[in-house]
């Protein structure tokens, strides 16, 4: 019977993919521990209050804790005036603090690499710091796009332009280390159209990400040449192999940035320039 299952379980279709490191395929990115603190930046969001932004972040990482296959969990840590993410500041030295950030400044913000990777047409970007060998996640910073996009959290489908729990429950999902899905349904796929609140809620090929990757009771799995953590998996200890990739700087680290691109970019640009005049 479980033999059954587990030849079932490898020829289902599965949409979903796991992030890897740079120039290999499977040697997966992913947390060590199973509790991810995160900070939100106390500027918060210009468009919304800082406590309905708050409540829709927290909603948007408690929606990838909820599932009973999981023991992933995020715990929120507190309001930061850090206005460092790992898009903002170099990657050699992040600062392990996984914060969320609006950018209403300018996009891409002061300090990021203006190769013309970062479009205006992204709503937000997660970046990730890895340990390049083992696919350890170091670091990962959700910066979001307030300088060309008006945010909301209404549940009125009608009144939304772009929905911060929607956002923030793709990004979580790039956070803990997945790629975009081919599945335009899933909260994975890598573009939303305006006033889109679908991605608050999992997909099924969102679940099957999630539940594989951080079974509950049970270890991640790795890819056939990817190097085991080191020591206790769990624990807060768990970032101590990531403290020695730092030590080794570029060496070791690696960057991997995660957009979500926009649709219908046009109205969100217009309703973005609508309310500065209206300011
Ligand atoms: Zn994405």
């Not at 060590?32 to 603190?37: H, I, T």
């Not at 956070?175 to 609140?197: K, N």
């Not at 991605?199 to 679940?207: A, E, F, I, T």
Request: net charge negative; with cysteine.
């Amino acid at each position: 019977m479980a033999l059954g299952l587990l030849a079932l379980g490898s020829v289902s279709a599965r949409a979903y993919k796991r992030a890897t490191v740079d120039g290999t395929t499977d040697i997966y990115l992913y947390w060590s521990v199973r509790r991810v603190d995160y900070y939100v930046n106390h500027r918060g969001s210009e468009d919304v209050s800082l406590q309905e932004a708050l409540g829709a972040i927290r909603r948007s990482f408690f929606t990838w804790a909820a599932p009973s296959c999981t023991d992933v969990y995020f715990n929120f840590a507190g309001m930061t005036t850090t206005d460092r993410s790992n898009l903002s500041s170099p990657q050699s030295d992040p600062d392990k603090k996984n914060v969320i950030i609006w950018r209403e400044e300018a996009w891409p913000p002061a300090g990021a690499t203006d190769d013309g990777s970062v479009t205006s047409d992204m709503a937000a970007l997660t970046v990730i710091v890895y340990n390049a060998d083992s696919g350890e996640i170091i670091d990962a910073d959700i910066d979001l796009n307030g300088h060309d996009f008006f945010w909301t959290t209404t549940d009125d489908k009608t009144k939304s332009a772009t929905d911060v729990q929607n956002v923030v429950t793709h990004e979580a999902g790039h956070l803990i280390g997945f790629a975009h899905s081919s599945v335009p349904e899933a909260t994975m796929f890598g573009a939303t159209p305006q006033g889109e609140l679908d991605k608050r809620v999992l997909h099924q090929d969102d679940l099957d990400a999630l539940c594989t990757v951080y079974p509950y009771d049970a270890p991640t799995p790795l890819g056939p040449d990817q190097p085991s953590p080191k020591g206790e998996v769990q624990g807060a200890t768990g970032c101590a192999a990531a403290g020695g990739a730092t030590a080794r700087a570029g060496a070791v680290t690696a960057l991997l940035f995660f957009a979500l691109a926009a649709l219908a970019l046009a109205g969100a640009r217009a309703l973005r320039r609508r309310r500065r005049r209206a300011r």
